[in-house]
C-alpha cells in the first residue's frame, strides 16, 4: 500500500532564506509525485508534479523538487522564500500503473511560517 | 473555463442527520474525486466517479455515498452524522487520459454537533 510521510510538520524559515520540505513515500509500484499548496481557507492547488523524464521538476513561482527514487524522496526547496509563500504544503502520490487517474494518497502537511 | 465549484461553503449538521454536498467539474473533465480533509491532517480519499460509475473507494463506511450526472457534476451524501464527520470536504476534477493532474474546488466546511 501507499504511504506519504512528510518529516516536518511546521517549518519555520526567515524571509529571503531557503527552505526545503522532506517528503518520502513507500509503494511497491511505480509512482507519480505531486506538491499541493493549501493557503489559508481555500482548496489545494497544484504545485508540481513529477510523472517521468527529468527528475528535477520546476514550478512557476521559483520551487523546485527532485525524485529520487533509491532514497524515495520528493523534497521540495525554495533558494530564497517570501512572506507571500506562507501556507500548509501537502506531497502526494498515486500509481503510475493504472495509466489513468486514479486516488492520490497524501502526507499530513507541513505548515511554512515565514519569519521577517 | 470555470473552475471546480462547490456547495455549500459551510455546513451546520447535527449528529444522526443525512447531509448533501455539490460539486460542479471544470470544463471538459468527466472525473470527480471526493477528499476528506480533517482539521490538521492532508486530505483521505473517499471515493471517485467516473462517467456516472464508482472508479474507486477509500477507506470509508457505506454511509457514505456519490452519485455523478451526465453533465459530469457530483454529489457526496453522508447518512447517520458522527461527530468525527466534521471536516472540510473536498472535491477534485480531472480528465481520464489527461495529465494525472486533479484540480480541487474551495471545499465545503462541514460541522457536526
Known amino acids: 500500500a501507499q504511504s506519504v510521510t512528510q518529516l516536518d510538520s511546521q517549518v519555520p524559515v526567515f524571509e529571503e532564506a531557503p527552505v526545503e520540505l522532506r517528503c518520502n513515500y513507500s509503494?511497491?509500484?511505480?509512482?507519480?509525485l505531486f506538491w499541493y499548496v493549501q493557503y489559508p481557507n481555500q482548496g489545494l492547488q497544484l504545485l508540481l508534479k513529477y510523472l517521468s523524464g527529468s527528475t528535477l521538476v520546476e514550478s512557476i513561482n521559483g520551487f523546485e523538487a527532485e525524485f529520487n527514487k533509491s532514497q524515495t524522496s520528493f523534497h521540495l526547496r525554495k533558494p530564497s522564500v517570501h512572506i507571500s509563500d506562507t501556507a500548509e504544503y501537502f506531497c502526494?502520490?498515486?500509481?503510475?500503473?493504472?495509466?489513468?487517474?486514479?486516488?492520490?494518497?497524501f502526507g499530513k502537511g507541513t505548515r511554512l511560517h515565514i519569519l521577517p | 473555463e470555470t473552475g471546480v465549484t462547490q456547495s455549500p461553503t459551510h455546513l451546520i449538521k447535527t449528529r444522526g442527520q443525512q447531509v448533501t454536498l455539490r460539486c460542479s467539474s471544470q470544463?471538459?473533465?468527466?472525473?470527480v474525486s471526493w477528499y476528506q480533509q480533517a482539521l490538521g491532517q492532508g486530505p483521505q480519499f473517499i471515493f471517485q466517479?467516473?462517467?456516472?460509475?464508482?472508479?474507486g473507494r477509500g477507506n470509508f463506511p457505506p454511509r457514505f455515498s456519490g452519485l455523478q450526472f451526465p453533465n459530469y457534476s457530483s454529489e457526496l451524501n453522508v447518512n447517520a452524522l458522527e461527530l468525527d464527520d466534521s471536516a472540510l470536504y473536498l472535491c477534485?476534477?480531472?480528465?481520464?487520459?489527461?495529465?494525472?493532474?486533479?484540480?480541487f474546488g474551495p471545499g465545503t466546511r462541514l460541522t457536526v454537533t
Open positions: 502526494a502520490v498515486s500509481e503510475s500503473w493504472r495509466n489513468r487517474d486514479d486516488k492520490i494518497i
Open positions: 509503494s511497491s509500484v511505480s509512482v507519480y
Open positions: 466517479y467516473y462517467r456516472e460509475e464508482e472508479n
Open positions: 470544463s471538459g473533465h468527466n472525473t
Open positions: 477534485a476534477s480531472s480528465s481520464q487520459g489527461g495529465a494525472y493532474e486533479q484540480y
